[in-house]
Antibody, heavy 117, light 107 residues
Framework: EVQLVETGGGLVQPGRSLKLSCVAS????????MYWIRQAPGKGLEWVSS????????YYPDSVKGRFTISRDNAENTVYLQMNSLRSEDTATYYC??????????WGQGTLVTVSS | NIVMTQSPKSMSISVGDRVTMNCKAS??????IAWYQQKPGQSPKLLIY???NRYNGVPDRFTGSGYGTDFTLTINSVQAEDAAFYYC?????????FGAGTKLELK
């Protein structure tokens, strides 16, 4: 059974950093692209970042480019999201996801990040 | 950027009714869209991919259709457990990949 478990969320002050982790199990982690998607409270879904199988290619929307960094450790079956220079608008539940083909077929339960002073 | 616009924003339906919700792309996206269901307090679940293909285990009352810029998710004989938000999504790795969602409430 595919499982994705995110950790690392919490309350952080504006301008500070936070690193999220997502531990995967139930599939060959190194064979799949991985993703982070977020959802602000009461709002819709926003794709945040993608990483290819060996970590050599990463993608971000402009809203987080230069502040967020996605990485992965295939030996540890873990994908990370390093978030720097956090803003109030980054407050959201952050989901880790794995695709089937090009679609987000598996999602974690999410971890809440609150950016507030 | 291609923008995905969903309508209506919300709808209130009775159990057993048929419901149709729409997703319109600002440019041709061919059949490269998916539909997700998100119930309160839960993660989204993939329902439909490539516009009309039902994902594993999705009940056959859910049907996706459309091509190009106009897409539809139809739920035949809505059940109480279908109360949720529904999001369309075009192929990933792009900004605004998701629509804003349609909230389906049961009367």
């Amino acid at each position: 059974e595919v499982q994705l478990v995110e950790t690392g969320g919490g309350l952080v002050q504006p301008g500070r950093s936070l690193k999220l982790s997502c531990v995967a199990s139930g599939f060959t982690f190194s064979s799949y692209w991985m993703y982070w998607i977020r959802q602000a409270p009461g709002k819709g879904l926003e794709w945040v970042s993608s990483i290819n199988t060996d970590g050599g290619s990463t993608y971000y929307p402009d809203s987080v480019k230069g502040r967020f960094t996605i990485s992965r450790d295939n030996a540890e079956n873990t994908v990370y999201l390093q978030m720097n220079s956090l803003r109030s608008e980054d407050t959201a539940t952050y989901y880790c996801a794995r695709s089937v083909g090009v679609w987000f077929a598996y999602w974690g339960q999410g971890t809440l990040v609150t950016v507030s002073s | 950027n291609i923008v995905m616009t969903q309508s209506p924003k919300s709808m209130s339906i009775s159990v057993g009714d048929r419901v149709t919700m729409n997703c319109k792309a600002s440019q041709n996206v061919y059949n490269n869209i998916a539909w997700y269901q998100q119930k309160p307090g839960q993660s989204p679940k993939l329902l439909i991919y490539y516009a009309s293909n039902r994902y594993n285990g999705v009940p056959d009352r859910f049907t996706g259709s459309g091509y190009g810029t106009d897409f539809t998710l139809t739920i035949n004989s809505v059940q109480a457990e279908d109360a949720a938000f529904y999001y369309c999504q075009r192929i990933y790795n792009s900004p605004d990949t998701f629509g804003a969602g349609t909230k389906l409430e049961l009367k």
